[in-house]
């Protein structure tokens, strides 16, 4: 790794002492000095104590520059399962020439380690740099926090491109999905998206709330240069709404009733089973884990995660109390028009879900008497996440936008 460290950071342009071809296309397909010591890198960011540090994408971001500057061509090597006599072999990176066949390279590369033997069988895929994905934009969370109704107003502005809605009733999509791990995509899933998001606008904006805990989909962002916008609630808030939203639809029928709120909580995990619409003669089994809101609306580790690999400038946060002036003030962050159309009104997906429902709204009251352990249960999980909302938010939000609710009142001091 010193070795190619010392490579790469001679720069692109010391290629033509290590063998380069100055004069155009090689004659043949003869690798460089510098592309034989890049190649081996890891394909994949494996979960390590060095994975997540800033210098792994700084090498990956040199090998994608200097190959390129070598006119060649990255490939994911993939060994078949019996190659590795001794031990598993990851899938790793080799540079070769523009139009060349990647397997001499490949094997080449393969039998540095000793525990692969001839012959080497091999799959190796064409790969493209994240940087080439189309994908200026991203509303990477929180889920529960305002995103569906964001993402439309969006991408009713005319120099924002949103398409997830023809595909998605909530907006969603997943570009960084199918090749999650990888320091490089493959080329055919940056040329299927790009495709897709073909568009003369200024921005291409995709939805994706779990993006924003995920640390690998930050990283792969932050080496993008993407914009991230992160709508916030409550965390208390946002566990309510998810165990309303995943229960709201179960018919109450003998001993499928539904759970209680202050069953679910402290028991951190409850299920009901609800008939299903396509064949009523069957029930599908819904499930509700306490564990899920602790992992998922942690809000200050996830602006932890969020700032320790993006700008403070990269990155929108606005609470959901805010909503209705968001995309006005997103419009100036962005630099761009302030849109020209009459905004929906934000809607309250769990609460809208639930109109004709009054009964298990009232039960599932987290205000309510009934529901006090519950409450102190959700608010020792997340003990500083409300005070640490507003110190957060790209643009304060006016004092009295909280505290009409009663864990927002014991949060801030008030009874």
């Known amino acids: 790794m010193l070795a190619l460290a010392a490579l790469l950071g001679a720069g692109v342009d010391a290629a033509a002492s290590l063998g380069r071809d100055d004069s155009g296309a ?29 210098s792994v994408w700084d090498t990956v971001r040199s090998i994608s520059d200097a190959c390129a500057g070598e006119g060649g061509t990255l490939w994911r090597v993939t060994l078949a399962a019996a190659q590795a006599t001794r031990k598993p072999s990851a899938p790793f990176t080799v540079c070769v020439r523009q139009g060349c066949d990647p397997q001499a390279t490949a094997e080449r590369v393969a039998l540095r380690d000793s525990s692969v033997a001839l012959p080497v069988q091999l799959i190796a895929e064409e790969l493209a740099d994240w940087r080439e994905l189309r994908l200026d934009l991203v509303v990477a969370g929180l889920g529960k926090a305002g995103t569906t109704w964001l993402v439309r107003q969006l991408g009713r502005h005319k120099q924002i491109y949103h398409r997830g809605f023809l595909a998605d009733p909530r907006g969603e999509e ?18 299927r998206w790009n495709q897709q998001h073909q568009s003369n606008r200024s921005f291409v904006l995709a939805k994706n709330p779990g993006y924003a805990a995920d640390a690998w989909a930050v990283q792969v962002l932050a080496h993008i240069g993407a914009r991230l916008i992160v709508a916030v609630r409550s965390p208390v808030e946002l566990c309510h709404s998810l165990f309303l939203d995943t229960f709201q639809a179960v018919e109450p ?83 761009v028009q302030l849109p020209a159309f009459e905004l929906d009104p934000p809607l309250n997906t769990a609460r809208h879900n639930l109109a004709a429902d009054p009964s298990f709204r009232a ?25 640490a909302i507003d110190l957060w938010l790209t643009w304060p939000r006016p004092y009295h936008a909280g505290g009409d609710r009663c864990w927002q009142r014991v949060a801030q001091g008030k009874k």
Not at 256 to 283: H, N
Not at 290 to 309: A, P, V, Y
């Open 26 to 54: 090689a004659a043949d397909c003869e690798s460089t000095e510098l592309m034989e010591a890049m190649s081996g890198f890891p394909s994949y960011s494996w979960p390590s104590a060095d994975s997540s540090k800033a």
């Open 253 to 335: 029928e003998g001993r499928w009733d539904r759970p209680s709120l202050s069953d679910c909580v402290l028991q951190d995990e409850c299920d009901a089973l609800m008939r299903t619409p396509a064949s009523p003669a069957r029930f599908e089994k819904l499930t509700f884990r306490t564990g899920k809101c602790r992992d998922s609306f942690s809000i200050e580790s996830i602006f932890k995660l969020l700032f320790r690999h993006l700008r403070r400038e990269q990155v929108y946060v606005v609470h959901t109390s805010q909503l209705q002036g968001a995309v006005a003030n997103i419009s100036r962050w962005l630099g």
């Open 174 to 191: 997943f570009p960084l999905d199918a090749q999650h791990g990888a320091h490089w995509p493959s080329r055919r899933c940056v040329e």
């Open 363 to 387: 039960e599932s009251d987290l205000c309510a008497a009934a529901n006090a352990g519950a409450l102190a249960y959700l608010r020792g999980l997340f003990p500083s996440d409300e005070r």
